[in-house]
């Protein structure tokens, strides 16, 4: 029942509440007792086999994750040894001191049995800067205040779906869960300097929650984006673990104890949510107060009268209890979730799984008929990250250790962002830069349909309530072309006047593929003052018209600088704009637009911050066939491999760009010799072939720390074999 007691209030604790969806961390959830458990077998000085294979699978699982749990196997390991040295002679230092070289030893080989994935992902987070410490993150600043921690060791504690953004450790494990763990601090059967220890362990985490400093160590150096406190869920295993020490003492509970700790949660509970209590919350608050005692009157019953209620009966109620706190405590924070991210993670999953997603998975199939290598996007995604849930490649997608100068170069050619984790590439895109990366299908709804002008539109499908068009782009390049530019350095700061520059560089064609267009600009409720407009009467809103002189059936793309614009109206429709980066850039198309309306928020919008360019697919045409000139084409044998052949037929061409993000990690072979590649274009892959004539390619992706890392897992794996062996002996 103890057994049962502990691994329900695990299973069902705030941080599984919170994060059931984020698999990824689950891992580190479920091997953390059993980390603990071989480091109390290590103090026991018994064999270490337990907590060097479930440390080192930590690793492997989730190297993030079990940095936490590296630094918390020190912490509980010093903990647990404290607690067991009696006194500082010579044979116990001497025993200690052997226990504590094993845990050494046994930590070293966990970390050395998982070098074969460790070392390539420290390398690459060193290589994309995304393991660089920032030293803002260790500013002494408070994340919230002190007394704030308090109110997370009760139920129903998220407050909403901005929790998932900036709330509070999620550290509840069950009101009968917290009030064991006190009663622990009570038990007189426990040695004071365990209870300082304890306590020590405990102030230790509230300090790394509440101070800015300390709880950047716990995440690498760095500031969580999103989800906060992802450790939290080893303070919910800490408070388990001394209320399990006391279950496994309670006949040692004094009725004293039963009054003192029901008074000091009472006084508390009112303390911390004296004037915070919503009318859910109070209800909440009532049951767990009475929770508390009933838990407190039945440990008061059997600390009088032991023979009245067994103790197989007091673990059965407590269970009971607390299996009911914790149901309620999940579907009360499953409803306030339910308002914002879990519910659009819950419908996503429901479309995906049921009808959408196959839908949409059925879309993709039909297009991968087509079995050369090209990229999708979608404009009608279900989540930034379908391109991965249904296996076909894209430009867009969400990840959080997204190389810097990628997400830049991506930036600056006119995409939509909303932080540096994700790229929103397909709604702020032109032809000529979904061509350029071989963005050969888009997927888009109807609405939409202006931006696919100039596409071959294939079919239109049902997805749930709303129609989605698979468009074929024509100009779309292979993922390896030819260029007459072996550097491809970009000027331009504006992202229509980069794309011009980059294709010019790579054909060799001194042609424009977007032109400016004139416009007349009409002024309503603002005034010339010189360097800006200012809005003339202060009650009204200020508007600027431009209405657009084009001619063709191009598209047309505006381009606007300026931090006041607060809404964009083109032809009477609100446009969707990227209010984020607004003071950089922003891009949408227009086609034959008569008119567009920028309303400003503020009392001035600045001159010379807005410009407008026809996309001339004639000319974009030009250029993809001059760079076609010589054949290529490239195929995939797996993620890290590809083949493919380079036919060059033109004398000016330098070789080959790979529209791949540049790793020095590829070994790239021409004609079979080794060739060194280079950066082009901030970002991309640049192959030096000049010869006329037909060329083989093959490129071989080698992790850096790859091989090293697998000769020291195999170095670690045969010490540890030798090591049982010799045990064994």
């Not at 990824?24 to 480091?39: F, K, R, Y």
């Not at 901005?162 to 450790?169: M, N, Q, V």
């Not at 160590?217 to 869920?233: M, N, S």
């Not at 637009?593 to 001035?604: C, P, W």
Request: aromatic share 14%; net charge positive.
């Amino acid at each position: 029942r103890l057994s049962l007691f502990c691994a329900i209030s695990f299973a069902l604790c705030g941080f599984v509440v919170v994060y059931f969806w984020s698999v990824m961390w689950l891992d580190g959830v479920v091997v953390l007792p059993l980390i603990c458990l071989g480091i109390k077998k290590n103090i026991d000085n018994k064999r270490p086999w337990v907590y060097i294979i479930s440390l080192s699978y930590a690793i492997i699982a989730n190297y993030y994750i079990a940095f936490m749990l590296c630094i918390f196997s020190v912490v509980f390991f010093l903990y647990e040894l404290m607690i067991v040295i009696k006194k500082f002679d010579f044979e116990n230092i001497k025993l200690r001191i052997s226990t504590l070289t094993t845990y050494v030893m046994s930590s070293v080989l966990s970390v050395g049995l998982a070098a074969f994935v460790l070392l390539p992902i420290i390398f690459d987070l060193s290589a994309q800067g995304s393991g660089r410490i920032n030293i803002l993150n260790f500013a002494p600043k408070m994340n919230f205040p002190l007394i704030d921690i308090f109110k997370q060791l009760t139920g129903g504690a998220v407050s909403g779906s901005h929790y998932l953004i900036s709330g509070l450790p999620n550290i509840f494990i069950g009101t009968v869960g917290i009030i064991l763990s006190i009663f622990y601090f009570y038990n007189k059967k426990v040695s004071l300097k365990e209870k300082v220890l304890s306590g020590l362990v405990l102030g230790v985490f509230f300090i790394s929650f509440n101070v800015r400093s300390f709880n950047a160590i716990w995440h690498g150096g760095t500031t969580e984006a999103w989800f906060p406190f992802r450790y939290a869920f080893i303070v919910s295993f800490f408070l388990l673990y001394l209320a399990a020490k006391l279950l496994k003492h309670i006949d040692d509970v004094k009725k004293e104890s039963c009054i003192k700790v029901f008074l000091v949660y009472v006084i508390a509970v009112f303390l911390v949510f004296r004037d915070q209590l919503s009318t859910t919350k109070t209800v909440v608050t009532y049951v767990e107060i009475f929770l508390v005692l009933l838990v407190s009157y039945l440990l008061y019953i059997k600390s009088s009268r032991s023979n009245v209620l067994q103790k197989n009966v007091l673990l059965t109620v407590l269970l009971l209890l607390q299996l009911g706190d914790l149901t309620m405590n999940t579907i009360l924070s499953i409803r306030k979730l339910s308002s914002g991210e879990l519910r659009n993670f819950a419908s996503y999953s429901m479309q995906r799984d049921i009808s959408g997603g196959e839908e949409l998975r059925k879309i993709v199939n039909k297009i991968k008929s087509d079995d050369s290598l090209y990229r999708i996007d979608n404009e009608a995604f279900f989540t930034p990250n379908d391109a991965s849930e249904f296996n076909y490649a894209s430009v867009s997608g969400f990840n959080s250790s997204i190389r810097k100068d990628v997400w830049e170069f991506f930036k600056n050619l006119g995409g939509y962002f909303v932080d540096t984790s994700i790229i929103l590439y397909l709604g702020d895109s032109t032809i000529a830069s979904d061509s350029l990366f071989g963005v050969k299908y888009l997927f888009g709804v109807p609405k939409s349909a202006e931006h696919f002008a100039g596409l071959e539109k294939l079919n239109n499908e049902k997805i749930l309530d709303f129609s989605v068009n698979t468009y074929k782009n024509p100009y779309a390049l292979p993922l390896i072309f030819a260029t007459k530019d072996d550097e491809i350095k970009i000027d331009s700061s504006l992202p229509i006047l980069r794309q011009n520059e980059i294709y010019k560089k790579i054909s060799g064609l001194d042609k424009d593929i977007f032109k400016e267009i004139s416009y007349d600009e009409i002024l309503e409720n603002l005034k010339d003052v010189g360097d800006y407009y200012e809005r003339v009467d202060k009650t009204k809103p200020a508007r600027i018209k431009y209405v657009i002189k084009n001619t063709t059936d191009n598209q047309v793309y505006v381009y606007h600088f300026s931090p006041n614009i607060k809404d964009i109206d083109i032809n009477n429709e609100r446009a969707r704009f990227n209010r984020s980066l607004v003071a950089d850039f922003d891009l949408f198309p227009v086609s034959k637009t008569k008119n567009i309306l920028l309303t400003t928020s503020g009392d001035k919008i600045y001159k010379n911050k807005v410009a407008f360019y026809t996309e001339d697919l004639n000319v974009l045409k030009e250029h993809i066939e001059e760079i076609k000139k010589s054949n290529t084409w490239l195929k995939k044998i797996s993620s890290s491999h590809f083949i493919g052949e380079v036919e060059i037929k033109d004398g000016g061409v330098k070789g080959v760009i790979l529209t791949m993000p540049y790793d020095k990690n590829w070994k790239v072979m021409v004609d079979g010799k080794m060739v060194s590649t280079k950066k082009v274009m901030e970002i991309l892959q640049f192959i030096p072939i000049e010869q006329n004539g037909k060329h083989k390619v093959e490129m071989i992706y080698v992790p850096k720390g790859k091989t090293i890392g697998a000769a020291i897992s195999v170095i670690s794996l045969l010490i540890l074999l030798t090591w049982i062996f010799i045990c064994r002996r």
